[in-house]
Structures are given as structure tokens and as C-alpha cells.
């Protein structure tokens, strides 16, 4: 291995120092530069060439950990058992966890700043973080503690599985890496357009049925909240609200549904707020909702379970456990995707 080095450090020597030497520096016109940029270049690319053939999982990605508060860099392949370990429950059909290795592979390559993705915006000089303003991730040990111990390694294998069965595959649109992944725990029966919550078009996010999600332990739940507790948490939303007490029921108005049945628009008193918002300020797991007022509570009685776009979780686990396998579940729910693997779009690119 040392005899190589010395031998690059020859070559190096020999066809850029000597020339340059020679030609009296690099600003006489002549055109060593490029043949500097041409070298240097190679020599960038020689490390990342090495990174994807190598048996270890891909290339590294920088990781902002939460709970360490650092950036952790790791293999590609190894990074992804820890978001599916921790974006999905393991008992999880193998093909819905196969369909979340692709679609977490997918949102982590789009971020790496090695391929011009933003990396993450919270946490700069990290490609993504490991909360959930990225996609969630948690250490092999950190998982094993929340396991039973008889059942770990065969949970761990399960999930190794998923992303070794799927190794280097991702998602892309019109041949291009899909820079937009997004998934969510249950959809309550709708996928969401991306634009409705986010406020950005996506040809591949549009609203789809996500049927069977009856089991989720989101399907369907409930907020009651007093009267009172609901006027501050609007007025919070926006201070200049004219609501009142007294006829309450009058002054609170669902107004338009999106395409996926959630509440887009909503009146409150004489303002009117999105249903994402009231989502949030309410504390509802999603903005599936419809409202009942009594003398004394308001009532929400909310589907599914996140923001609804794009893959939903529980939905997947249910196409899976029906036969589907996960390419099926993934052009499910990301219309007019295409299933390709990494090294064909970076190949590409260079
Ligand atoms: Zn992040």
C-alpha cells in the first residue's frame, strides 16, 4: 500500500509540479491550470468512487444526532436500519418496511450536500438530523433497550433485511432523484396534496386512497377542550379575533375541505385560519377534524395521524400484509415514481 502512495506522489510530481516548474507557475497563459482542475477533480472523485463500491453500505452521511447534540457520520446502509428501526414498528409487514428503507434512502440521498441537496436546514453542516424535522433515527443500542431481549436480534435482522433486500435502491421522477419524500404515520383514509400543507406543488405528493388503516392506533381519536382553553388558543393564533362565549357554536365554521378531507379553511369569530394551523394550535394529530360544541366543551374528533402526505406508514403495512410488494406500495402512493438505483443517477450526473 505505501509502495502506491509513493508512486501517486510521483506521478503528482511529475505531471503537474515539474510542468509548472518548468513552465515558470501557473499564470503564463499556458494552460496548466486545467490540467490542475482536471486532476484535482479526479483525485475528489476517487474517495466517493471507493465509498459506493464499498461492502460496508454506501457512502458516509453526516447525522446530527439529537440527543449526543453532534454530528455523527456514518455508512449510508448502516444509517438507514436506525430510521427504519425507529420510523416503523418492527412487527411491520417486511414489505413495508422495505418500502420505508427505499422511501428514508431516497429523502437522506436528495439531502447529502456532497449531491447538491440543503443538507439540514436545522442543523448546518449536517445532511439530516435525527428529530423529526428530518426523518427519525435512533442507535442499534438505543432500539435494543426498548425491546424485549429474546426478541432483539431477530427484530434487528428483520430490519437489516429490509435495507440489505433494498440496497442502493431510491425513488426518482422523470429520472432525477426525488427530492421531495415525504411520509406520515396514518392517513385516516386520504393522502393530502402536498400543496395543501406545505404550500408547494409536487407532481409525484397528490392525494390518494389509503384503504384498511381501521387498525392503526391513530385512526381515530378525540381532543375536548373547554370553551374558554379553545377562544385563548385562537386569539393566540391571532390576537385581533372577535370572538365571544356567548353563541359559540355560530361563530365556529368549518369552510372548505381539502382534496383529502382535511379542513383547509376554517372560520373562528371574524377571522379565518387554515386547518394546519388549528391543527397545531389545538393539538390535534392531524387536520382531519370535525367540531361539536356543547354548553361546555368543544369536541375534535380527528383521523389519522401527521401531516398526510405522501407514503402513509400504517397504510403501507396494510398493502404489504395484503400481498403488495414494496415497489407496488411505493408507486402507490408517489404517483408517477420510478424505482432505480443511486449509482445509475449519480453515474449520470458525473
Ligand atoms: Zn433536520
Known amino acids: 500500500m505505501r509502495k502506491i502512495g509513493y508512486y501517486v506522489i510521483l506521478v503528482i510530481f511529475l505531471m503537474i509540479i515539474i510542468p509548472v516548474i518548468i513552465l515558470g507557475g501557473v499564470d503564463n497563459g499556458i494552460k496548466i491550470p486545467g490540467i490542475i482542475n482536471r486532476f484535482s477533480s479526479y483525485i475528489e472523485s476517487l474517495p466517493q468512487q471507493t465509498q459506493y463500491t464499498q461492502e460496508s453500505g454506501g457512502p458516509k452521511i453526516k447525522v446530527y ?16 436500519k436506525g430510521v427504519v428501526a425507529a420510523e416503523m414498528p418492527v412487527s411491520f409487514n417486511e414489505e413495508a418496511l422495505k418500502a420505508q428503507a427505499v422511501a428514508a434512502r431516497t429523502f437522506a440521498y436528495s439531502h447529502m450536500i456532497v449531491n447538491n441537496g440543503t443538507g439540514c436546514t436545522k442543523h448546518p453542516g449536517a445532511d439530516v438530523c435525527s428529530g423529526v424535522h428530518c426523518q427519525a433515527w435512533m442507535s442499534k443500542e438505543e432500539r435494543f433497550k426498548n425491546w424485549n431481549p429474546d426478541d432483539a436480534k431477530a427484530n434487528w435482522d428483520k430490519i437489516t433485511k429490509a435495507v440489505d433486500d433494498t440496497k442502493d435502491i431510491v ?33 409525484y405528493l397528490i392525494s390518494v386512497d389509503s384503504p384498511n388503516e381501521e387498525e392503526a392506533p391513530s385512526f381515530q381519536t378525540k381532543v375536548v377542550m373547554k370553551r374558554e382553553e379553545f377562544i385563548n388558543r385562537i386569539k393566540q393564533l ?83 400484509k395484503r400481498g403488495k410488494k414494496y415497489d407496488e406500495i411505493l408507486k402507490h402512493y408517489y404517483t408517477g415514481i420510478e424505482i432505480i438505483n443511486i449509482n445509475d443517477i449519480l453515474k449520470n450526473k458525473n
Open 65 to 80: 444526532v439529537e440527543d449526543q447534540k453532534k454530528i455523527v457520520e456514518m455508512y449510508m446502509e448502516e444509517y438507514l
Open 171 to 203: 425513488l426518482a421522477y422523470k429520472g432525477e432523484l426525488a427530492k421531495s419524500i415525504l411520509f406520515h404515520s396514518t392517513s385516516g383514509g386520504k393522502t393530502e396534496n402536498c400543496v395543501n400543507v406545505f404550500g408547494y406543488q409536487v407532481p
Open 238 to 320: 391571532n390576537s385581533k379575533t372577535k370572538i365571544s362565549n356567548t353563541n359559540l357554536s355560530s361563530q365556529v365554521k368549518i369552510i372548505e375541505y381539502t382534496e383529502g378531507g382535511r379542513v383547509k379553511t376554517l372560520k373562528a369569530g371574524d377571522k379565518t385560519f387554515s386547518g394546519v394551523d388549528i391543527r397545531w394550535a389545538m393539538g390535534l394529530n392531524s387536520a382531519n377534524f370535525s367540531i361539536s360544541i356543547d354548553s361546555k366543551n368543544i369536541t375534535f374528533n380527528v383521523k389519522g395521524y401527521g401531516h398526510g402526505v405522501g407514503m402513509s406508514q400504517w397504510g403501507a403495512n396494510e398493502m404489504g
